[in-house]
């Protein structure tokens, strides 16, 4: 029975979200949450899996905005104290349930009060810092850790300047170096966002591999021999390797894939928003804004009204048959692939992280029965990571990949629309100013407060670009705050540029605006210095 390889690629990103300046913030809940739900299982799942010497491969990617926040002593304290709150809750659930005549929903609330002590107890045993988590499964040799460009900056949008997109790419090799101790192998590029060109800034910072969609492969400069299941060489030894559709069409479909299975949880039923709001104030959002709580007592159920009642074991149970039905799959499509190729086929499954406990309750579970399951002898589907396929492949077409991301449509306009479009002159015209002010004070003997400012506008400039407000405006959610972040970077960009240029900077503002966007401690301006 012929073998094929299957690279899991995980992308764990949030856009920076840091506000000293309140006791608390709605959108740091995104934060929160998606420690509770998707960082600390996935770190429960990999322990098991070292616990029982599982032979597993899996790839992360960490974006900067994701590192910094993970180590920042403020997030990090609030996110205790959002535990306590959820403990605390989940004890007064238990209560309730308790109380009220034949209620179903008691050994559910147990069952959340357990899930709660227990990501306290993990978050304690790491003091604090899931960083070391994935650090110490790194240097199992299991997990490859991977980055991501500096403030997640829709790379394609920003190329008016060559600059931009060497810094974006720079620094999140440079962040991601100062807090795991080691270089990247590959990147992530923000939104699988690829255009032909920027394999070249990649080589400079001795990234050896990146990922595009399908089309990006398959509609390069020379038809691909081996489809998407073998990598491009862009050329100068940098390798593009193409999303498998069916293996993503499995996990991701709203009508296939598994997530919708009506065992598994109910991603809208919360007691947040299920609860009277006088019971469930002290646990929201001062006290009237309705959040999720992550307490949710319901399943899919598919469109039955009312929704049924969750099950975990039933879900679990169904996550370790939709494992096995994932597999059977991929083992499936190689056995066909090894009738066409020269070479052992990888498939290659990339996914936001988020989606594995966050969206798919139970999709940490699932992910770790996939591992489990192509461990086994018996199994002709052999889990790798890229640099695991390099190493034993070395010979790869040639070619240069189309312009392409994995959002909707394919290409860029779920960045570029009007619904956000007035953001790219601003940007652009930033970048413009940044080179000049950088050119500009060249050779200059600047003062440690002119150094700061600098460095500062610097900071500000990046975080516009994050390509977080654009995606959100498409999407209309928290759209006023994504409208305020990129108005408010780019309004201190201006306030500094213009101080530096009058020599009459407000030192008390700038150490607030520092304090507040306290990413990024080593960078330096002179990177904006044009370079050919």
């Known amino acids: 029975m012929k073998t094929g390889y299957l690279s899991l690629i995980l992308h764990a990103h949030l856009p920076y979200v840091h506000h000293p300046e309140h006791e608390s913030f709605f959108e740091e809940n995104w934060l929160f949450e998606a420690m509770t739900e998707c960082y600390i299982p996935l770190i429960n799942a990999l322990d098991r899996l070292q616990r029982d010497n599982i032979p597993y491969r ?27 709150k959820l403990i605390e809750l989940a004890e007064k659930e238990t209560q309730r349930t308790e109380t009220e005549t034949n209620s179903p929903f008691n050994p559910l609330a147990h069952y959340y009060l357990a899930l709660f002590q227990n990501t306290l107890a993990v978050y304690q045993q790491y003091q604090g810092d899931l960083l070391q988590a994935f650090i110490k499964h790194h240097n199992t040799g299991r997990l490859e850790l991977i980055t991501c460009a500096a403030t997640h900056g829709f790379l394609p949008l920003l190329n ?24 990247p192998p590959g990147i992530w590029l923000p939104e699988c966002a690829y255009y032909p060109g920027i394999e070249s800034h990649l080589a400079e910072a001795d990234l050896k591999y990146f ?14 021999v081996n489809g998407v299941y073998a990598p491009l060489n862009c050329g100068n030894g940098v390798m593009a390797f193409g999303r498998d559709t069916e293996s ?7 009508h296939e894939g598994y997530p919708g299975d009506y065992d598994y949880r109910e991603y809208y039923k919360d007691i947040g928003f299920d609860l009277d709001l006088d019971y469930i104030a002290p646990y929201i959002l001062d ?30 149970e169904k996550a370790q048959q939709h494992a096995q039905d994932f597999i059977n799959k991929q083992q499936q499509h190689i056995e066909v692939l090894n009738t066409s190729m020269d070479r052992t086929p990888i498939i290659v499954a990339p996914y936001d992280a988020e989606l594995f406990g966050h969206w798919w309750f139970e999709g940490p579970q699932w992910l770790e029965q996939v591992l489990r399951i192509t461990s086994t002898d018996n ?8 640099s695991d ?9 040639i070619a240069t990949p189309s312009a392409s991301t994995w959002g909707d449509q394919g290409y860029y306009s779920y960045w570029l629309n009007e619904t956000n479009a007035w953001i790219y002159p601003f940007l652009h015209q930033a970048e413009t100013d940044m080179e000049r002010l950088a050119l500009d004070l060249h050779g200059l003997m600047l003062t440690a407060l002119q150094v700061r400012a600098l460095n500062q506008a610097a900071r500000s400039l990046l975080l516009a670009q994050a390509s977080d407000w654009p995606f959100i405006m498409k999407a209309g959610t928290t759209t006023e705050y994504a409208h ?15 101080a530096l240029r009058k020599n009459n900077i407000n030192e008390r503002y700038l150490t607030a605006l520092e304090m507040m966007d306290n990413i990024f401690p080593d960078i330096d301006y002179r990177d904006y210095y044009p370079k050919p």
């Open 58 to 84: 899996l790839t992360l990617s960490l974006s900067p905005p994701l590192i910094t926040m993970l180590r920042d002593e403020l997030l990090q304290v609030r996110y205790v104290k959002h535990l306590h």
């Open 160 to 183: 008016v300047s060559k600059t931009a997109v060497r810094n974006q790419i720079n620094l999140g090799v440079q962040t991601f170096k100062t807090h795991l101790g080691f270089a």
């Open 211 to 224: 990922f595009v969609d399908s089309h990006g492969i398959m509609d390069a400069t020379t038809v691909p």
């Open 248 to 254: 993503s069409k499995q996990v991701w479909s709203s």
């Open 287 to 316: 006290n009237h804004i309705r959040i999720n709580t992550g307490i949710k007592y319901f399943r899919v159920t598919g469109n039955d009204d009312p929704k049924q009642l969750y099950c975990p074991e039933k879900a679990l």
């Open 379 to 386: 199994n002709n589907v052999k889990t790798v990571t890229c």
């Open 389 to 397: 396929y390099l190493a034993v492949q070395k010979n790869h077409q």
């Open 484 to 498: 305020k972040r990129i108005t408010d970077h780019l309004a201190r960009f201006n306030y500094l540029q213009d």
